[in-house]
């Protein structure tokens, strides 16, 4: 049997998803049910009118699989949806979604009647995930493609164990949370069906994740720098350095003592300019003038995290292979932006948005802010999302992130520049692997060009193990060495990070006034 998605219609977004989890795909037609029975799922992208109803329906008889938003198929073997807001969707806990948390939305919903996983804002069940018309379906109150084409942003508040939450302006919908959903569905159709799940593995050979560490320089003095980078050196974790220009433009040659550390760009004066124009002049100008000093710059990340398609059409003229802007994505692997009407091609390398200072402006003290990231590198871990953190040198934190390092490399888990990451993934992305499952077995295409990208496959089995093996042309299943899937503990006051505080958003407002005034 071939693992393998059906797109039905075109969606540029949906290939992008696919292309990220590094699962196989092809485009079939419903109308006429060319290329379904090829694939051991069907991806449903638009409204789907009776002939592709039809197909689907016997798709579901002969057992197979359907995932799809369930307004685009209401109808299908009876089902039914309801209008619901959804400005989130929240875990209830079920195994099924192991890998969600919270997931932000904003949009009006069309809900399954048969939804029994995962919560809306009003307690109740949103996504429908089992048996359906002798098959097995994922019905999705939303529709990915539509949400993940918001660009918006807004000021969200993390999860943590202290009274007054850390926040950050960051994209309006979570990005990762939405992936993380689609892929935990693709686990459970083909789980549904007695087969593993098999995708390309998202850190370099069998590394069950990274640590990658940003620092975004913001005026920082030269002890601050010099401290930063002892500390760095001493716990072995090489960092990727954005600088403020402005700020050290009269020593910029003294970043060439970070040995084996990166040099990017953060902008030359720290604000964010309305006229794209100006905007262009500052990042070129900065680029300049770290080029003079004797830096190959190969990212960088804007002022505050910005990013808007505009901006990133300006960032694409800078001729750089990647950014990092959490405006646009956070917590989440590497992707391209994928929207309707613009072409965007500089890669995005997310971190988490929450720094010391975010902590800091909530009142935490340093033994809090320990805690706070410890517990946020377990939870990504858990979910196989990147450890990837980002401060400020002006931010004195000490021990914090000694701490964070050690726990780290501790458990295995190797750091990585950014650079590093954003050419791995570029190598990555170009792959189109070929799958095929029988009884014990894998079968994997493109073998040579996965080994040549240090690029693994990831097998879950119904059993709730998954195992990391090299690529090869027929993998024993019995005999690879499987481990126990992580079940993220899910914080019972996740909600709180929703509701309002007066407290929060008097703090939103203060902090960006000052950096209006910046």
């Given at each position: 049997m071939n693992l393998r998605a059906g797109i039905a219609g075109r969606s540029a977004l949906w290939e992008h998803l696919l292309q990220r989890e590094g699962f196989p795909w092809t485009h079939v037609d419903l109308a006429t049910g060319d290329g379904v029975a090829g694939c051991s799922v069907i991806i449903v992208t638009g409204p789907a009118d009776r002939a592709a109803l039809d197909t689907l329906a016997q798709v579901?008889?002969?057992?197979?699989?359907?995932?799809?938003?369930?307004?685009?198929?209401?109808?299908?073997?009876?089902?039914?949806?309801?209008?619901?807001?959804?400005?989130?969707?929240?875990?209830?806990?079920?195994?099924?979604?192991?890998?969600?948390?919270?997931?932000?939305?904003?949009?009006q919903g069309q809900v399954p009647r048969e939804a029994l996983h995962l919560r809306t804002p009003g307690g109740m069940h949103a996504v429908a995930a089992g048996p359906l018309g002798g098959g097995v379906a994922v019905l999705l109150p939303f529709d990915p493609a539509l949400v993940l084409t918001d660009t918006r942003t807004t000021d969200r508040a993390f999860p943590a164990q202290h009274d007054r939450l850390p926040t950050e302006r960051v994209s309006r919908v979570s990005r990762g949370g939405v992936s993380s959903l689609v892929h935990d569905a693709?686990?459970?159709?083909?789980?549904?069906?007695?087969?593993?799940?098999?995708?390309?593995?998202?850190?370099?050979?069998?590394?069950?994740?990274?640590?990658?560490?940003?620092?975004?320089?913001?005026?920082?003095?030269?002890?601050?720098?010099?401290?930063?980078?002892?500390?760095?050196?001493?716990?072995?974790?090489?960092?990727?350095?954005?600088?403020?220009?402005?700020?050290?433009?009269?020593?910029?040659?003294?970043?060439?003592?970070?040995?084996?550390?990166?040099?990017?760009?953060?902008?030359?004066?720290?604000?964010?300019?309305?006229?794209?124009?100006?905007?262009?002049?500052?990042?070129?100008?900065?680029?300049?003038?770290?080029?003079?000093?004797?830096?190959?710059?190969?990212?960088?990340?804007?002022?505050?995290?910005?990013?808007?398609?505009?901006?990133?059409?300006?960032?694409?003229?800078?001729?750089?292979?990647?950014?990092?802007?959490?405006?646009?994505?956070y917590d989440t692997h590497p992707l391209l932006p994928v929207l309707p009407g613009v072409r965007v091609r500089t890669l995005q390398i997310p971190v988490h948005p929450v720094s010391t200072g975010s902590l800091r402006r909530a009142g935490f003290s340093v033994p809090h802010m320990k805690a706070y990231f410890l517990a946020v590198a377990d939870t990504l871990r858990a979910r196989d999302l990147p450890l990837a953190f980002y401060h400020h040198p002006t931010q004195h934190a000490p021990g914090v992130f000694e701490l964070l390092f050690d726990h780290c490399l501790g458990q295995g888990i190797m750091p990585m520049r950014m650079d590093a990451m954003a050419a791995w993934w570029t190598d990555r992305m170009g792959l189109m692997p070929s799958f095929r499952i029988g009884d014990g077995w894998l079968e994997s295409g493109s073998v040579e060009a996965m080994h040549r990208a240090d690029v693994a496959i990831h097998v879950v089995f119904p059993s709730s193990e998954d195992a990391l093996v090299p690529a090869g042309p027929r993998i024993d299943l019995h005999t690879v060495v499987r481990t126990p899937l992580q079940q993220d503990i899910i914080a019972a006051d996740v909600r709180a990070t929703r509701?309002?505080?007066p407290r929060r958003a008097f703090g939103d407002l203060f902090t960006s006034l000052l950096r209006r005034l910046a």
């Open positions: 579901l008889r002969s057992g197979g699989a359907v995932l799809a938003p369930a307004a685009f198929v209401a109808g299908l073997d009876g089902t039914t949806v309801r209008t619901e807001d959804l400005a989130y969707l929240v875990s209830d806990g079920s195994p099924v979604f192991r890998s969600v948390r919270l997931v932000d939305l904003g949009v693709l686990v459970y159709l083909h789980h549904a069906r007695s087969m593993p799940y098999a995708h390309l593995w998202h850190y370099p050979g069998t590394r069950r994740n990274v640590l990658s560490f940003r620092i975004d320089t913001d005026g920082a003095v030269q002890s601050d720098i010099d401290a930063l980078y002892a500390m760095l050196r001493a716990a072995s974790v090489p960092a990727t350095w954005f600088l403020d220009v402005a700020a050290h433009e009269p020593w910029l040659a003294h970043f060439a003592r970070c040995e084996e550390h990166e040099i990017g760009l953060h902008c030359y004066r720290h604000r964010i300019n309305d006229d794209l124009l100006e905007q262009e002049a500052d990042w070129q100008r900065g680029l300049a003038l770290i080029r003079a000093a004797g830096f190959t710059p190969r990212g960088m990340a804007a002022p505050f995290g910005t990013w808007t398609p505009e901006l990133g059409q300006v960032i694409d003229r800078l001729d750089l292979v990647y950014s990092s802007e959490f405006s646009y994505a509701e309002f505080d």
